[in-house]
Each structure stands twice: as C-alpha cells, then as structure tokens.
C-alpha cells in the first residue's frame, strides 16, 4: 500500500488523482442547476450504509464513482445564486488553491520546526488583521477553526485576567440577548455557573442597548459580583446587526471589563472601502473574533481570534518536553502552539494568504460590498411586498421577515405555513432559505453572500415562497371543510 503514499515517486499518481477530482467538481459546477436536489436523508441513508468499507475499491476513479453517488450529486451548493439560508459563502479560486497546497504539503501549525515559513505567514496576517482592527502595536492573534472556538478562547482569557477580582461564582459575562449561542456554551465549558451570562435587551434594531447593560454593570457591582467580559456583535447571525460599540467600549472601561467582539460575521468591513465605519470603536476591544469563512470569501475553516494585548496570550500557553519545552521561549523560536487552545492545526492561513496576493483586500471588500447593497435592496423589495413582513433595515446582508397570508389572523396558523413554505422549498431543491424565531413567532431568513445572486433571485423565491405558504393554507381549508 505504499504506493498510496504522497512522495517523490508517487507525484504523477497525486497529480492524475487529484486532477480527476478536480474536474469532477468542475462538472459538478458547470451543470447544476438548483442548490439542493431534495434528496431526503431517509432516501441517501441506505446508499451510504450499503457501502463496505472494509472492502476497499482500488484506485480513485472507482472511489469518485461512488463518491457521487452518495455526496456529490446531493451536496448543498453554496455557490449556487438562490442558495439563500446560512452563513455559508461562495468560495473564491485562490483559497481554493491554497487549500489544495496546504493539504498536500500537510504542515502543522503548532511548532516551527513543523511549520517553519507557514508559521511566518499566519503570523503576518495575523498583524495584518490586527492592523485592520486598530488594536495597536502589542497586538497578537492566532488562527482558530472558527467563530465558537475564538469566543472560547477570548472569554477564556477574560476569565484568567479576572480571577483575581472574584472566583468563578461570582464572575458575570453581558452579552446581547441577539448574541451567539456560544456565548453561554462557552461560559459553561470555562466553569462560570449558569447564571453567568446575563442577557442584555436589544433594541428595534436588535443592536444591544447601551442604557441596559449599563444598569445591568451597575447592578453586577451592587451585588458584589465581578463584571469579567461584554460580548459585543458586530454582524448577529439573524440580523447582521452591529452592537454600538463606541458606548460600550466606554461602559467596560469605566466598570473594568474585559472588551470581546465578536465580529465573526461582519469583519468583512475590514475590507470594505464603502462601509468600513460601521464598526468605528472594534479598534477599542481587547479581543476580537473573526471568521474568514464566513465574509472574506474562504473555504471553511478560517478564523482567528485577535487580542489588544499579546501578554494575554499566556493564558493558552502550556509547555511539553517533546513539543514547545520552557528552553525556546528564551531562544525565541516562533512556536504558534503557545498561543492556540489545539495542538496540531492545519495551515488555514495559506488560503487568506494567496487570496489577498492574487485579489487584494480590496477586492474581497467590493464583494462584501455587493451583497450588503443586495440585501439593502431585498429589504426595499419586501417592505413594499404585502404578503410579508421584515423585521428590520439590514447593516449587513440578513433579512429576517415572514410570509403574511391577507386572509388570515391566527398567528400559530401563520406560523405553521411559514414551517411549512421552508420545508416544502427546500424539498423542491429549488432554492434553500433558514428560519429562526421573532419575538416567538417564526420567521424566514435570507443570508446574503453570494455576489451572484440578483434582485430577481430574490424575487422569485419570495413568490416561490408564497405560493407553498398558499397552498398550504389552501390544504388546511380544504380538510377542515
């Protein structure tokens, strides 16, 4: 089985290998038509099962073969215009290509010695980042496999910088009540009990309202609890909407809190050159998340945790005589383990890396750019629709809004034809559109990030929408008829 191994004399077998894999996805790409089939998991599930994996099929071609059968042909496109739900973007070719190169060549980046010129690269985009930021010149960073694990390692750091001030019980974490999940999941895994993310109102533009958390801090130090982090948000996951982060950088300086933005979704800003003010103050954070897969145009994974202050860092540093031993932080050798909640970590960094040497940032940002003025315009198409409700102008590229039927009041009846409008969608295979809930109520979901998609991509699949909404509700009145 040797022959199965990457190396000198197995080049040309790598390179027909992964050129026919290559072009198998390229077919997949110029012929699909729709984002989804439809394919059920009760349908694809026997195909999958049915295979042996203990019998082996022989070479690539044959293992493609099956490939399609039980992934390729079902797969979820994300490139694909109507592809509408999730915070998944389109990726573009450069990454593409440095995820090729950075998976063949294998490097790890916990050690020089297993890195060398990779290490050299996060850690220059790293400080590029951080200088897109405005954290200043003591800043560091690390790259992470995404949005949840930065946060983890952000309040992780808040927590150690804390623990002098109160022990765990008594440490408090303010975060929107429009915030992410792993907040709070993280806030369990570091100890913190499960009072200790207190949620703070929004306001009509979900944005996190500053006059509450600031008699929330107030009432932290009355009851003789420790504020240790705010969680600000720049791009919520439902509503792309931007905490103001100016008036709470002031709030956390003022009771001593730890500053963590969580920007995982909107530091595309970063390259923007029309819109980068809408996170004026994030240069004022002490840590910041940012997900590169999500609004940098990056295959998954690609995200980074940033810090004000590199100092900080030592909270994630343990030492192992075999790996990073106490002898070469006197010798200086850039060991990135030092810095990371993981061990061995792939070279995600490389992706960034050729992306901004073949497109610049720039040209990133005029993407980013494209789907925050598509969603501006979708906001406008369905404020003037009657059949739907939107919740709220977009900062960046969600629109969260709800099909409203002009014959009926019953809210759970509404409801249940928006359920029912996203299933049936998705099943057509003919656009895939998310869901969340609104004040209880559930509501559908455009996530904008794909360039590609228009106006009259929109359009449509709101009147595809509509029309399963309506024939549900036809079907109801007819069975109870």
């Not at 790409?29 to 599930?45: N, Y």
């Not at 009355?222 to 905490?243: E, K, N, Q, R, Y």
């Amino acid at each position: 089985m040797r022959s199965h191994l990457l190396n000198r004399t197995t080049a040309e077998l790598y390179r027909r290998s992964v050129t026919e894999g290559v072009e198998r996805v390229a077919d997949q790409l110029a012929t699909t038509t729709r984002p989804f089939t439809g394919i059920t998991p009760d349908a694809l599930a026997p195909a999958v099962d049915a295979v042996d994996l203990d019998r082996p099929l022989g070479d690539s071609a044959a293992a493609l073969d099956e490939l399609e059968e039980v992934y390729l042909r079902d797969a979820v496109h994300f490139h694909h215009p109507r592809y509408l739900a999730h915070l998944n973007c389109p990726v573009v070719i450069p990454a593409v290509l440095g995820e090729a190169v950075l998976s063949a060549v294998n490097s790890s980046l916990d050690t020089w010695d297993q890195s060398a010129g990779a290490t050299l690269i996060e850690r220059r985009l790293i400080d590029w980042t951080a200088q897109r930021i405005g954290l200043g010149p003591a800043a560091d960073g690390v790259f992470t496999s995404g949005g949840s694990q930065s946060n983890l390692q952000a309040l992780l750091l808040a927590r150690e910088e804390a623990k002098h001030r109160g022990d765990l019980t008594e440490l408090r974490v303010f975060a929107s009540e429009a915030g992410h999940f792993s907040v709070r999941k993280s806030a369990s895994l570091l100890g913190l009990p499960p009072d200790a993310v207190v949620a703070v109102p929004v306001d009509r533009e979900k944005r996190l309202q500053t006059l509450a958390l600031a008699a929330e801090l107030e009432r932290c130090h009355a009851d003789g609890l420790v504020p240790m982090a705010v969680v600000a948000t720049a791009g919520t996951t439902d509503f792309g909407s931007i905490d103001p982060l100016p008036e709470i950088a002031e709030l956390c300086d003022r009771h001593g809190a730890w500053l963590h933005v969580d920007a995982a979704y909107g530091c595309g800003l970063l390259v923007s050159r029309k819109n980068r003010d809408r996170i004026d103050g994030i240069e004022r954070a002490d840590s910041v998340t940012v997900d590169y897969h999500k609004s940098f145009f990056q295959p998954v994974s690609s995200s980074a945790i940033l810090v004000r202050d590199a100092t900080t860092l030592r909270h994630a540093t343990y030492h192992a005589d075999y790996l990073n031993p106490r002898r070469t932080v006197a010798e200086r050798v850039p060991n990135q383990v030092d810095k990371s909640l993981q061990t061995t970590r792939r070279f995600d960094a490389l992706k960034l890396w050729l992306t901004l040497r073949v497109m610049g940032a720039d040209g990133i940002g005029a993407l980013f750019d494209e789907v925050c003025d598509l969603a501006r315009q979708g906001w406008q198409l369905l404020a003037a629709d009657p059949r739907f409700d939107v919740v709220v102008e977009p900062r960046l590229s969600t629109l969260v809004y709800r099909y409203i039927p002009a014959t009926v009041r019953d809210p759970a009846e509404i409801d249940r034809a928006n359920l029912y409008a996203r299933k049936a969608l998705f099943a057509s295979g003919d656009a895939v559109v998310a869901g969340t809930k609104v004040g209880g109520r559930h509501y559908l979901k455009f996530t904008l990030l794909n360039p590609e998609t228009t106006l009259t991509d929109l359009s449509a699949v709101l009147d595809l929408i509509a029309g399963h909404a309506e024939q549900y509700l036809g079907d109801t009145l007819d069975r109870a008829s």
